[in-house]
């Protein structure tokens, strides 16, 4: 016998086939168990990923932000596959709130990214449009009818900005309303990364900074008693907090689309779609916060058309996503009038 013979290749062969297929079994069985928020989470991070890879003289700390969307991908996995196994409400209520602070974070992410990759500003771009649409600039417009009552009541709507999601998912959660609430999950942050990427094509620091004076703000447009608590927390936000030396060169930059208006629209549309009794609550506050992005000097009118726009394809595309992927992993398909 020789020692090839001995060795019982074709054997060691099968066997690293039923290895291989052993293995693939279980990647698809994995994937199987995400759910179609799971899938734009892991996507967009291996985007975030690729840009850190391609810019990393660019931007600072890359391989830490490398490691930290690795760690978000990990989370998206090991969260889906231990609802799916143990059935355990916990694990469904968690799973459903991860993703809050992964769209603040990744939010966050961008200030470190759209600068260093994007150099210019398109405000003048913006300026230019609402010009040519309107003959002025809308924020200097509404200036002449600002009053302390109404920037107050403004800038408090504004700053429920990320409650609306919040609690229009709460309620569809109290209904036990279970795909609808993985659609409107699903559409939220599908909605988010969307304009995350608008960030990315047309980068601006909004009217805030190029037609108004920043550092005066308090003082030209004042309100009672939130409206300077809930504005320094809207520039932290966005990596301005009190102190910054030239704000302007530093602040997020993410104007257009105005995520604002975007956001709010698809919780407007779902709220009547999946006849959401707050619907009665999501449509007046909801117009009052896209008035608001303008009157506060926030975006310029063509941020918000194209938060209009943004929205309505990533409701068209974010359906037909969802659905695909349900189709995908053998589940029924959404639908408003059923579910």
Same mark, same amino acid.
């Given at each position: 016998?020789?020692?090839?013979?001995?060795?019982?290749?074709? &054997?060691?062969? %099968?066997?690293?086939?039923?290895?291989? !297929?052993?293995?693939?079994?279980?990647?698809?069985?994995?994937?199987? /168990?995400? %759910?179609?928020?799971?899938?734009?989470?892991?996507?967009?991070? !291996?985007?975030?990923?690729?840009?850190?890879?391609?810019?990393?003289?660019?931007?600072?700390?890359? #391989?830490?932000?490398?490691?930290?969307?690795?760690?978000?991908?990990?989370?998206?996995?090991?969260?889906?596959?231990?609802?799916?196994? +143990?059935?355990?409400? #916990?694990?469904?209520?968690?799973?459903?709130?991860?993703?809050?602070?992964?769209?603040?974070?990744?939010?966050?992410?961008?200030? =470190?990214?759209?600068?260093?990759?994007?150099?210019?500003?398109?405000?003048?771009? $913006?300026?230019?449009?609402?010009?040519?649409?309107? @003959? +002025?600039?809308?924020?200097?417009?509404?200036?002449?009818?600002?009053?302390?009552?109404?920037?107050?009541?403004?800038?408090?709507?504004?700053?429920?900005?990320?409650?609306?999601?919040?609690?229009?998912?709460?309620?569809?959660? /109290?209904?036990?309303?279970?795909?609808?609430?993985?659609?409107?999950?699903?559409?939220?942050?599908?909605?988010? =990364?969307?304009?995350?990427?608008?960030? =990315?094509? *047309?980068?601006?620091? @909004?009217?805030? $900074?190029?037609?108004?004076? $920043?550092?005066?703000?308090?003082?030209?447009?004042?309100?009672?008693?939130?409206?300077?608590?809930?504005?320094?927390? +809207?520039?932290? @936000?966005?990596?301005?907090?009190?102190?910054?030396?030239?704000?302007?060169?530093?602040?997020?930059?993410?104007?257009?689309? &105005? @995520?604002?208006?975007?956001?709010? *629209?698809?919780?407007?549309?779902?709220?009547?779609?999946? /006849?959401?009794?707050?619907?009665?609550? $999501?449509?007046?506050?909801?117009?009052?916060?896209?008035? &608001?992005?303008?009157?506060?000097?926030?975006?310029?009118?063509?941020?918000?058309?194209?938060?209009?726009? !943004?929205?309505?394809?990533?409701?068209?595309?974010?359906?037909? !996503? =969802?659905?695909?992927?349900?189709? %995908?992993?053998? %589940?029924?398909?959404?639908?408003?009038?059923?579910?």
């Amino acid at each position: 016998m020789t020692l090839l013979n001995s060795l019982n290749l074709p &054997s060691i062969k %099968k066997s690293d086939c039923f290895i291989k !297929f052993y293995l693939m079994s279980k990647i698809k069985s994995l994937i199987k /168990k995400l %759910k179609a928020f799971d899938i734009v989470v892991i996507s967009f991070s !291996f985007f975030l990923i690729s840009l850190h890879i391609i810019f990393n003289s660019k931007i600072d700390n890359s #391989v830490n932000w490398i490691l930290i969307n690795f760690v978000v991908i990990t989370i998206a996995f090991v969260i889906s596959y231990l609802e799916a196994i +143990t059935e355990n409400k #916990v694990w469904r209520i968690i799973h459903y709130w991860y993703i809050a602070p992964i769209i603040l974070l990744t939010f966050r992410q961008l200030f =470190f990214m759209v600068k260093p990759i994007r150099v210019y500003d398109y405000d003048d771009w $913006f300026i230019a449009i609402d010009r040519w649409m309107f @003959g +002025t600039d809308p924020t200097q417009f509404l200036y002449q009818f600002a009053h302390p009552v109404l920037t107050e009541i403004l800038q408090i709507v504004y700053g429920m900005f990320y409650l609306l999601p919040i609690i229009l998912c709460l309620s569809l959660l /109290k209904k036990d309303r279970f795909l609808a609430l993985d659609f409107a999950l699903f559409s939220v942050i599908y909605g988010f =990364f969307l304009s995350y990427l608008g960030y =990315f094509s *047309l980068p601006g620091i @909004g009217p805030r $900074f190029t037609l108004h004076d $920043f550092n005066t703000i308090n003082q030209a447009l004042p309100g009672l008693y939130f409206t300077n608590y809930l504005r320094e927390m +809207t520039n932290t @936000g966005e990596g301005i907090p009190f102190g910054t030396l030239n704000p302007a060169a530093v602040v997020q930059r993410d104007v257009f689309p &105005s @995520g604002h208006t975007m956001i709010t *629209l698809i919780v407007m549309y779902l709220s009547v779609r999946l /006849k959401s009794r707050g619907r009665y609550f $999501f449509i007046p506050i909801g117009t009052l916060l896209i008035f &608001s992005t303008v009157y506060l000097w926030y975006h310029y009118v063509i941020d918000l058309i194209g938060g209009l726009v !943004f929205a309505v394809v990533s409701m068209w595309s974010g359906k037909l !996503f =969802f659905n695909w992927w349900r189709k %995908k992993i053998g %589940k029924d398909i959404f639908e408003y009038e059923k579910h």
